[in-house]
């Protein structure tokens, strides 16, 4: 028994390390190659490359090994050394592949060649070695271990258990604690310890595998290729194909439903993980009970075909359930149900599969190293043809449709009549899970995906008078977008990435990316070169394409179909900022095009998603940022997407520590609320005049938007301003900067607004961020004289849009304080949940049209308060409060306030009776709001009078 516990100990810390470093790769590529789909998937090639060149070579050489566990242990320290050396080189090796790179940057074949040349160049050594760790190790420990498939079966099992243990330490606890060089001593000291156990070993039984060990040592050498071996091999390249394939199309699905962060990316892998090593160590435990248990390969593979089917048309009951549980454990419901039944099929079926390729050709790594060759080179195709061809041109649906017949391919490829009926209960089992894949493949339920599984988390958006204009589904994401109507008219369009809101066009959105590029024009006297990196639903780049002293205006994002589906948005192509000649459009990953093009640039402006997600928080590094100051020109300026509300403070301030040892004349500003904007601005810089920083108001279409957006002169958008370097440095103090080396200085783990605001309120203060303004040495240098001096009154129109766009308060508050402020009466209709474009479309609609609408009562409402007209718009909001289906507490304040203000009491009283009596469950708790509500207005009309 200790013969057995030893190899598996040894095989587990190997399947740990080969995971951590997988990981680290993986990582360390995406700042070398890109993390595009494309690049990521010619990385996985060269990995998976690497694993089947190995095996191959073990297949073919492996009976010449008389000291295997020998021999392990030196791949083993192979794998230790050329790992970590991967590990420190990758960084280094940027500058050197750069230089090829360039001149490839608008050739995508050559380049995506040359990709993969220098992917599987790099790690050719470490992932062969890898490839051959199990056909070496199955031999040593077939010497002791009379039953292949027992052997086989549990190799396998302990080696992926450890590939589980490697995801969750490197994920929860490694690359946070030790940084990637660190994490990746820490796998290379995994190996060290796998290769001292099994040279201890060597050492003292040093054992040598004779010929009477091996059963028919030359049986490779006269082996004659016949069909039942080719087709053996066949199913192991299409088991292997279609896991990979299956576990692709599985992540794009349940990202549907979960929040694409690191943990969830790791949690996923670690399930599929954990269900093969399950399936191994199982198909181990049926060995021991019937040593012909490969016999079962037909039924096995008919049920990984009827789980698919069945766990995709039952996910919705699945997730419902889930739903009443936190996050992270209805993600692992979730993504539990819907992979590991498969994922542990298929480790079952490798390991019977081994047996069976045994049986053809007896001699231990010839037929576990031909069936690794052959499943990893699978595996690779699989992982290419998910992600680059099934998903982009069937669909997740159809795919996984195929996906099931592809195991029923298996199924009829491994059947055969004389060894699948020879008994009544083969006959039993194998008619009755043949008919059942049948059946599922007929009852595939088509339609599914877009009828519910594409709604399923939109949730209360559904209850908007929204409707999907465009649906895409591509190599990265799952694309929707939606019209929000007013009045049967476009109000505004909503972009979903994976089922989660990536941006909108309404007038709140608008603000904030388009004074990405309001403030650098207005900064940048004589700006011409744009780059845009990350399109989003196009709000920024049509800033920029209005912006008409711009020459040439660059876009780069990773994703097609963001820019594909984009014209679902602007119908009219004058109107459509891709349309526009100036532009050029880059499909590529933002880090490696600044990192390959030689371009330089005025304007550098960035809104790449929020760095929560998985790989992004290097679009928020050091380095990353160096790389954009080297491509911007002299004088150049550069804004950059904060998400502050979304990270925790320790976490905004690592990312502004970064920002600012890069840029020495960088600034904090807010694009609305706590959407905060970094900006950068590269030596030499130069005062700005009065009428340069000024121009913009004076273009009639762009005027006309500023207006719109709430910018009505140059001091509003000046009074954006938050803290210039010297007082961010105060801040941050005792910060760490985002490095590539700590990426998890940013954790994978979302925040609750309501936990974070409070102190970051509390920095952007509008009196403290004015008085920074005033004094700020930087702004004096730059900003016109007459502007920094004026700007200042206008920062106190920061407290109401803070509040009204993060819902700090209710609306009748937000209300109370723009009528008592003479500055804030212009955010009236903000305060109401209103604006100037669904006035307009209110005004130009048909009275009957608006009495369709519960919306439309909404911002009639607000119209009439901003005439004056407090009983009218009273009058409006009971209209809407009955077309409603739900309850609004915030219709019920507003009447009685409006009433209550134009001298009605009573009324006002009887209208929080109302609300007190719509039904008897939490009774006293309305009460006690209605209470709290005459308590504060009471105060509020004393204080005015």
Not at 487 to 511: A, H, I, K
Not at 663 to 680: K, P, R
Request: charged share 20%.
């Amino acid at each position: 028994m200790q013969t057995k516990k030893i190899p598996c100990f040894i095989f587990f810390l190997s399947g740990a390390a080969a995971l951590i470093f997988e990981s680290l790769w993986f990582r360390l590529a995406g700042l070398t190659f890109g993390n595009s789909v494309v690049a990521a998937a010619v990385v996985m090639a060269g990995f998976m490359g690497g694993l089947g060149l190995g095996s191959g070579l073990i297949a073919f050489l492996g009976h010449k090994i008389n000291f295997p566990m020998r021999f392990y242990a030196l791949l083993e320290c192979a794998i230790a050394v050329s790992g970590i050396a991967l590990v420190f080189a990758f960084p280094h090796l940027t500058q050197i592949f750069v230089n090829v790179f360039c001149s490839l940057l608008e050739k995508p074949l050559q380049l995506n060649l040359v990709r993969t040349v220098f992917a599987v160049g790099l790690m050719v050594v470490p992932a062969a070695a890898m490839g051959a760790t199990l056909p070496v190790l199955i031999k040593a420990l077939y010497a002791k271990e009379e039953n292949f498939g027992r052997a086989l079966g549990l190799l396998y099992g302990w080696n992926t258990l450890g590939a589980v243990a490697g995801v969750l330490l490197n994920e929860l606890f490694l690359i946070k604690w030790f940084g990637i060089q660190g994490t990746g001593i820490f796998a290379a000291f995994c190996n060290i310890i796998s290769a001292g156990i099994a040279w201890t070993v060597f050492q003292k039984s040093k054992t040598r595998i004779s010929k009477q060990n091996i059963t028919n040592d030359n049986g490779l050498k006269k082996l004659i290729v016949n069909f039942s071996f080719m087709k053996l091999l066949m199913a192991g390249f299409l088991s292997g194909m279609s896991m990979l394939a299956l576990e692709v199309v599985w992540f794009r699905f349940l990202l549907l439903f979960m929040y694409g962060h690191s943990w969830n990316f790791a949690m996923m892998l670690a399930i599929v993980l954990a269900g093969i090593s399950c399936g191994g160590l199982i198909a181990c435990r049926l060995f021991s009970v019937e040593k012909d248990s490969h016999e079962f390969l037909v039924p096995v593979a008919a049920l990984s075909g009827i789980f698919i089917v069945v766990l995709y048309s039952q996910f919705d009951a699945v997730y419902y359930v889930a739903g009443i549980t936190n996050e992270y454990t209805a993600g692992i419901i979730c993504a539990g149900y819907m992979m590991f039944p498969v994922s542990l099929l298929s480790g079952m079926i490798f390991t019977m599969l081994g047996r069976a390729l045994y049986q053809q050709i007896p001699v231990e790594t010839a037929s576990s190293g031909l069936l690794t060759l052959f499943n990893t080179v699978g595996a690779m195709c699989g992982a290419l043809c998910g992600g680059l061809l099934l998903l982009p041109r069937l669909g997740i649906e159809k795919s996984f449709a195929l996906l099931a017949f592809f195991y029923g391919a298996i199924m009829v490829l491994l059947f055969e009549w004389k060894a699948h009926f020879s008994s009544r209960r083969k006959l039993l089992i194998n008619c009755s899970l043949m008919g059942l894949f049948l059946f599922c493949q007929l009852i595939f339920p088509y339609g599914k995906m877009e009828k519910t599984f594409l709604t399923l988390k939109l949730g209360e958006f559904y209850e908007k008078e929204a409707k999907r204009i465009g649906f895409y589904e591509g190599e990265s994401e799952t694309i929707q977008y939606f019209q929000v109507g007013l009045c049967g008219r476009p109000y505004y369009y909503e972009q979903f990435t994976n089922s989660f809101p990536m941006g909108n066009t309404s007038v709140n959105n608008r603000r904030f990316a388009k004074s990405f590029v309001f403030l650098p024009v207005a900064m940048h006297p004589q700006a011409e070169d744009a780059l845009l990196i990350a399109y989003g639903c196009g709000s920024t780049a049509k800033a920029l394409t209005d912006t008409k002293s711009l020459k040439n205006i660059s876009v780069v994002d990773i994703s097609k179909g963001i820019i594909r589906t984009s014209k679902a948005i602007y119908n009219n192509p004058k109107d459509d900022p891709i349309a526009d000649p100036r532009v050029k459009v880059y499909i590529e990953d933002a880090r490696f095009f600044l990192q390959t093009t030689r371009e330089q640039f005025d304007i550098i402006t960035g809104e790449p998603p929020p760095p929560k997600g998985s790989g992004l928080a290097n679009l928020y590094s050091e380095e990353y940022f160096q790389l954009i100051y080297e491509r911007l020109k002299p004088g150049g300026v550069v804004t950059y997407y904060l998400p502050s509300y979304r990270l925790e403070v320790c976490e905004t301030k690592a990312v502004l520590k970064a920002f600012s040892n890069v840029f020495e004349n960088c600034s904090l500003w807010t694009g609305m609320g706590f959407e905060w904007m970094m900006v950068g601005i590269k030596e030499p810089y130069v005062k700005v005049s009065q009428e340069l920083f000024s121009r913009q108001w004076h273009i009639p279409d762009v005027r006309g938007e500023l207006t719109t957006l709430g910018f009505d002169s140059p001091e509003e958008i000046s009074a954006c301003f938050i803290a210039d370097r010297e007082r961010i440095l105060s801040w941050i103090k005792d910060s760490e900067p985002l490095k590539d080396n700590f990426p998890y200085r940013i954790s994978p783990y979302l925040v609750k607004e309501e936990d974070v605001i409070a102190e970051y309120g509390e920095f952007m203060n509008p009196e403290k961020a004015a008085d920074n303004f005033t004094a700020s040495r930087q702004i004096k240098a730059i900003w016109p004289q007459q502007l920094h001096y004026s700007a200042k009154e206008f920062f106190k129109t920061n407290t109401i849009i803070n509040s009204i766009f993060h819902n700090l308060q209710p609306w009748v508050k937000n209300l109370d304080y723009c009528l008592a402020e003479p500055f804030a009466r212009k955010y009236i209709l903000w305060a109401l949940v209103s604006d100037a474009d669904a006035q307009k479309i209110i005004s130009e609609s048909r009275v009957d049209k608006q009495e369709e609408y519960a919306d439309a009562y909404k911002h009639l409402a607000a119209k009439a308060i901003l005439d004056g007209k407090y009983i009218q718009a009273e009058n409006y909001y009971r209209l809407a409060k009955e077309k409603e289906n739900k309850i609004n507490y915030n219709y019920y304040y507003l009447r009685m306030y409006l009433l209550a203000s134009e001298g009605k009491r009573a009324q006002a009283e009887l209208a929080g009776e109302e609300f007190i009596n719509l039904f008897e469950a939490q009774k006293n708790t309305r009460e006690m709001l209605i209470s709290g509500f005459w308590a504060w207005y009471d105060k509020a009309a004393a204080h005015k009078y």
